[in-house]
């Protein structure tokens, strides 16, 4: 498979269950990252990975906690969530900064989350 | 002040139409600008990217003008798959790019 992959791609939980979304690249890219669009919005930054190492935590909630075990997946663990939390979730993978492509970010399908 | 600013649209343009884009933004350390189109319900995807000198792709055109703080896109001859959201993007430090809200343009037979 190739690209940027994500599972699942909808998602219905209470506020009480616990979630995991998964990204997975398979583009030889370095950095990974979660962002977060909900309706007639900016898509939003959540997390920044580079190397398996978080570079960017834009101020997200604890309840949303990523996971990058490698530079080829990237986990979000949900939990305690909330109806306004609601929205596509939306992963990326890119080169590091400092190449000259590094800044060209490649989006998963993202994950359409609902919380009731 | 939006870091990014975009006109949400939605355009409505008869195939065959030219249709520009503007966005201004505010972050004037800002070193790489895009335009990312996004389908309906599906992930953004990058349309071209914008340089100083301005950029051309078959059909679309690319303006970056620093001293007002404003890039362009201009679409020729609109095709009815040219129908989606038009993302202005620029860079907002490592590794970190911040997204406008998006244009939305339809076009119609």
């Known amino acids: 498979e190739t690209g940027v992959t994500q599972t699942p791609r909808h998602l219905v939980m209470g506020m009480t269950n616990k979630k995991s979304l998964k990204c997975e690249q398979h583009l030889g890219h370095n950095a990974m990252y979660w962002y977060k669009q909900s309706a007639k919005k900016p898509l939003e930054l959540m997390f920044v990975?580079?190397?398996?190492?978080?570079?960017e935590n834009n101020s997200v909630p604890s309840r949303f906690s990523p996971e990058c075990p490698n530079s080829s997946h990237l986990f979000l663990h949900l939990h305690t969530l909330q109806p306004e939390d609601s929205a596509l979730y939306l992963c990326?993978?890119?080169?590091?900064?400092?190449?000259?492509?590094?800044?060209?970010?490649?989006f998963g399908p993202g994950t359409r989350l609902t919380v009731t | 002040r939006k870091e990014v600013e975009q006109d949400p649209g939605p355009f409505n343009v008869p195939e065959g139409a030219t249709v520009a884009f503007n966005c201004t933004y505010s972050n004037s350390a800002s070193q790489s600008f895009f335009w990312y189109r996004q389908d309906c319900r599906k992930e953004p995807k990058l349309l071209m990217s914008v340089y100083s000198s301005g950029n051309e792709d078959g059909r679309f055109t690319a303006q970056l003008n620093r001293a007002s703080q404003y890039i362009s896109l201009l679409i020729r001859d609109s095709k009815l798959s040219d129908s989606a959201t038009y993302l202005c993007v620029l860079t907002g430090g490592y590794n970190k790019l911040i997204f406008g809200a998006g244009t939305r343009l339809a076009v119609h037979p």
């Open positions: 990975y580079n190397f398996k190492e978080q570079t």
């Open positions: 990326a993978s890119s080169h590091p900064a400092g190449g000259s492509s590094s800044y060209e970010q490649y």
